[in-house]
């Protein structure tokens, strides 16, 4: 039988090559580091100053007074009882009619 010989490069068997990099290259990756510093401080600042704009604009707020919030929670309460009564009220009509069905088949 013929055996077949595998190749000595190419593939996972290639050595690698450690290469230098040149004065060029090594620029570029200060330049691009430097960038990415200005960057992140920008971001940091613009942070900051995101902050300070929301304080300035809670100031502006007009909050409202101890007795439009009760007068408000009041609508909310009543609005809320309604609509209990009207869900309460469906579903006893739909459970009495449940009833009549039911009747005349048991």
């Known amino acids: 039988?013929?055996?077949k010989k595998r190749p000595e490069t190419g593939?996972?068997?290639a050595k690698k090559i450690k290469v230098e990099p040149t004065k060029e290259e090594i620029k570029a990756e200060q330049a691009k580091r430097k960038e990415r510093v200005?960057?992140?401080k920008k971001e940091r600042k613009s942070f900051i100053r995101?902050?300070?704009?929301?304080?300035?604009?809670?100031k502006k707020v007009r909050w409202p007074t101890l007795g439009?919030?009760?007068?408000?929670?009041?609508?909310?309460?009543?609005?809320?009882?309604i609509f209990s009564l009207v869900v309460?009220?469906?579903?006893q009509g739909l459970f009495a009619l449940y009833k009549l069905l039911t009747k005349g088949l048991g």
């Open 68 to 81: 439009h919030t009760f007068k408000q929670t009041g609508v909310v309460l009543g609005v809320v009882v």
């Open 11 to 13: 593939g996972l068997q």
């Open 88 to 91: 309460f009220g469906i579903d």
């Open 38 to 40: 200005k960057k992140e």
């Open 50 to 58: 995101a902050l300070r704009e929301t304080g300035s604009e809670l």
């Open 1 to 3: 039988m013929a055996s």
